[in-house]
Each structure stands twice: as C-alpha cells, then as structure tokens.
C-alpha cells in the first residue's frame, strides 16, 4: 500500500505539466475568434463520457490532452464574442487566473478567522455602496440569483412571520402570505416560492404594459383584493433587466408603493442590477437603491468566471434570524481559528463555500469598476446599432424596445414562427452567431443578447448578414411536418 499522499513525487513535472496547461487554455482565450462559437457535439465524443470509474492512475497529460480534444471545443460557448443567446457572461483570462489561485488555496468560506473571509466581506463593503445600502447591510456570495431570490424570499418570511415560523412552519399561524412579480420574471421567483413551502399558486403574476414593466395599477388593485379576501400580501419582486427583453420595471414607484403597503421590495437584477456601475446606464435604475434586498451576478454583466451570484440586504439581522442556527461542532471562539463570529453560513443555506469572493475581486482591482461599467455601456451601445440596423432593413422587423442590451427581431416572411426557429438553428449550426429565441406577444423571436465584452460590431454584422442568407434560404425550403 502507497503511503503517498496526493502530491506529485516530481514536482518539477508537474509544474511544467502545469505551465503547459496553463499555456494551451490562454491559447484558446487569445484565439477564440477563430473558432466556431458552437459546434454540434459528435456521437463519438459523446460515447467517450460512458466509461466506468477509472480505477488505475492516468497520466495528467493525457487527461489533459482529452480535455483539449473532447471537452474544450464543445462548450456551449459564451466566451466566444459571437455568443448572443441567453444571458451569459464572457469571463476573463484574469477571472481565470484567480480561480486557479482559489483553487490551490482551497479556502472554505463556510467561516472562521481567514482573510478569505475579509476579501468576500471587501465584496459586500464596495456592493453597499454601488447601491447607497447601509453600512450594516448584509451580503453574501451564493451561485446565482436563482439562489439569491430564494433566499430573499426566506428573509422577506421572516420579516412578516418572524423566527419561530424556522421552528413551527408557515402552516402554524394559519396565515396566508401573498407575493407579487411581473409576467416577464423570471422563473425561478416562482420557484422560490415552491422552494419556500409558500408555494407558487400565492405568487401573483401582473401583467406588464406596452414597454414589458409591470402594470402599477394592477399590482395596486391585486394587492387590494388579496387583502381583502383575508390575505397577507408580504413581498413584491422587481426586475431590473428582465431575462426575456432588457426591461426594468419603475423600480422608484414599486420601492414607493411598497414602503406605502408595508411589503418587502425584493429586486430581480440578476444582470441588470450592475449597470449601477454605468453612468449612463444607471438612471435606468432609479429606485433599486431603495430596495430591501437585491439579487444579482457578477457572472453575467460582471463578467466573473461561473459562479458568482450575490445576495445583499438591507437589514441584517432579519438576514441573520433567517439561517443562523447554533451547532456544537460550529461554536464559535473569540481567539483561534474559531473566532470571527458572524460567519457566513450564518446567511445563507450553504456550509461549506468556495472563494468566489476572490475572482470577483481580482477582476474589480485589475480591470476598476469603471471599466466593467465601460464594457455594460458598450454592450448596450451595440444593442442599439444592432436595433437600428433592424430598423432600416426592410426584411427584418423589430419585436420589442430596447432598453438596456436584448434586441428582439424576426426575419419577415409568410410562415415567421418556423422559418425564424430554423435561422436561430442554422446560425448555432454555422459557428457564426449564437443567438436565443423567445416568444414575444405570441411570436417567436430571435433574441440577442448582447453581455460579452468581447463582442464587436463587426459580430452584430456577421449576426445581420447570417440572418438574412439563412432567412432567405429557409423562407423557400419546404417545412418538416414538426415545423409545421
Ligand atoms: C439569469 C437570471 C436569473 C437566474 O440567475 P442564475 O444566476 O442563472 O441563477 C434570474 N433572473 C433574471 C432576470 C436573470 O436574467
């Protein structure tokens, strides 16, 4: 039996092993433009990931030389800067770097006197004042905003129902809470409600007015037959930058009509809340500053490598109420490594958590928020190039406003829902653009959106050209009886 721990008994292979790597992934991230943005994924390589469990060791550098061949070209490819479907960040070679950093750390951020801990606490002073929040606001790093809603749900519990509901549930005090958010949310402000024992069937779905925000006068008059009918409305969802066409809701009269109503204002601003780091972006979202929560990613328009989602609150010891629990093996200790109480597991669901504070951070510092804002500005700027193109092209016909950086448009022809379905599968086919669809007012529409800094206008017009030939190429193809 080995005796050996883990560690390489030569480390000078493993370090140019090591520096080999570190070379071919930088190759990628330098020559990503000359690659297809997707490829369709081969059966072959497909079959390679049905191997039982390797018992015997492998050498690094053929696993590595697998990684190169059968994993790196078929991702789904949202650091290429033809990437426009979903909303998805681009990441950054120096988010990259500091993740191999976290890693060879291997910091559990779950609690405990650690700097790590500081760095993620760094993150939170420097997000209270990106949103003008208290200095005793709380915050913590989760994986995404669907995490991140779930947990300002919970706090929004708390708030209305208090601590005891953690021990007695939400059944005990035969109380039925009631929550608010517009027709263009999210889905997982419906899961949360699931998630949250409160189940989906008490989220109130508004309906949004011609620029997709949430109709004010039907949030007013839902909130006012609930109580009626003997209901606690408790929370209300705004989104600031919603998932289907960049729309913000009028985060100032929500935050208003809240403070009026006693609700908790819970802001959705998964990628929207960070064009707080935009000048010119930033008056989009008046109000946000007035939030009790906001959830947001820095993995989206922040560009940090996955994962990176954030949670912020106003009142922390809501927050804290909501998950601390006291544990034997998680006392805590005014000296030692023990010490450093409130930790934050106290926040959230998770124990143990990776350094996501420290990508986020080297980003910050290296590039300066003023850049990141630079880079949402530019998106948004490209956003409108793009709609504008639209608009001088006859052939192609705008779907919905552009208010931040989503474009919705559609090649005009006699069957629209099918022929745009196939252009948006053409393009992933071809490499060139990688667009989303989504159905606005019952049309289907392509959908770009615009996160990553590495996109040009040269890809907008790569995207435009591309649309066209493909729209004109499958406007005459006969349908297949699926898309028919
Ligand atoms: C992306 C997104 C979410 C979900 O965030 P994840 O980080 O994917 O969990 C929620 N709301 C909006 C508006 C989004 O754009």
Redesign the pocket.
Known sequence: MSQESLDPTDWNDLRSQGHRMLDDILDYLEHLRERPVWQPIPAEVRNRFHEPLPLEPSDLAAVHRQFMADILPYAVGNAHPGFMG??HGGGTPVGMLAEMLAAGLNANLGGRDQIPVAVEHQILEWMRALFDFPETASGLFV???????LIAVLVAKTAVLGPTVRQQGIAAGNKRLTAYTSAA??G??SQAMDLSGLGTDALRIIPTNHRFEMDLDQLQSAIASDRKAGLIPFFVAG?????DVGAVDNLAALSHLCRQQNLWFHV?????ALARLAPDMAPCLVGIEQADSI?F?F??WGQVPY?A?FILVRDESLHYQTFASPAAYLRRETRGVAAGSPWPCDYGPDLSRGFRALKTWFTLKVYGARQIGAVISHTCALARYLQDRILETPALELLAPVSLNIVCFRYRCERPDPVNARIVTSLHESGIAVPSTTIIHGALAIRTAIVNHRTQKGDIDALLKAVLAFGAECDTAPLSEQES
Not at 268 to 272: E, F, T, V
């Open positions: 979903w909303v994986t995404g905003t669907s995490m991140a809603n949310a999210h997982c402000i989104t600031a930058g919603t998932v959705d601003g998964a990628y929207g959830a990613d993995h989206k994962d989602g």
